[in-house]
């Protein structure tokens, strides 16, 4: 494993294990953030354990991150900091089952705390000869597997509450319980934000046609 592996203090040969081991299987293009299941991660030692959760997750997780940020590099800083984080508390970690939710909030977090970044970075952009410069993000590999981009582009231009409801409604394919755990709010908060996202991408869409 590369860099990941490394920041976590997960060895190569724990992770390359937990990458092979049944059931846990490398997540695919197709995939979701929810990935592959893992068994019973109550008996495992804290590397296990998170190399077990690394292997089956780390890849659906970026691009949970990517559709928020946009940006590759910092979604996968994104979801590295949560691993580590995540293997910190462990041993506090009360139900291992739980362990997945953990992550997915740790994502999100990281990805509200990396765009309130950007927008302070972006407000206080030094004006050129040419007017203000805009900082843009480039095109990542893994937002070129997504068709519609059409969709994407509006996604994109939401508020952030109803950008993560939709991308984890609808690519993440999580259940209301799951996205109100994830999101820290209530499940008619989530259905709201759902709503009002909705409303407002095929608004959006229409006025493009």
């Not at 910190?88 to 139900?95: E, I, P």
Request: aromatic share 4%; proline share 3%.
């Amino acid at each position: 494993m590369g860099g990941p592996a490394r920041r976590l203090g997960v060895t190569a040969e724990t992770a390359a294990a937990a990458w092979h081991r049944g059931p846990v299987q490398a997540a695919t293009p197709g995939d979701s953030a929810r990935g592959a299941e893992v068994d019973d991660l109550h008996h495992l030692s804290a590397d296990d354990a998170i190399g077990a959760l690394f292997a089956a997750h780390y890849r659906g997780l970026v691009r949970l991150a990517v559709l928020l940020l946009h940006d590759e590099a910092v979604a996968e800083d994104v979801v590295q900091d949560a691993y580590v984080a995540l293997h910190r508390r462990w041993g506090r970690l009360r139900d291992a089952d739980k362990a997945l939710a953990y992550l997915r909030t740790s994502v999100l977090n990281g990805a509200r705390s990396a765009l309130r970044k950007r927008g302070v970075v972006e407000r206080h952009v030094a004006k050129g000869p040419d007017g203000p410069q805009v900082v843009v993000s480039a095109e990542t590999g893994a937002l070129s597997l997504l068709r519609h981009r059409e969709v994407l582009a509006a996604v994109r231009r939401l508020p952030t509450r109803q950008r993560e409801a939709i991308v984890l409604r609808y690519y993440a394919e999580l259940t209301e319980a799951e996205m109100a755990d994830a999101m820290g709010c209530s499940r008619g908060a989530v259905k709201s934000h759902v709503s009002r996202g909705m409303q407002a991408l095929r608004k959006t869409l229409e006025e493009a046609l």
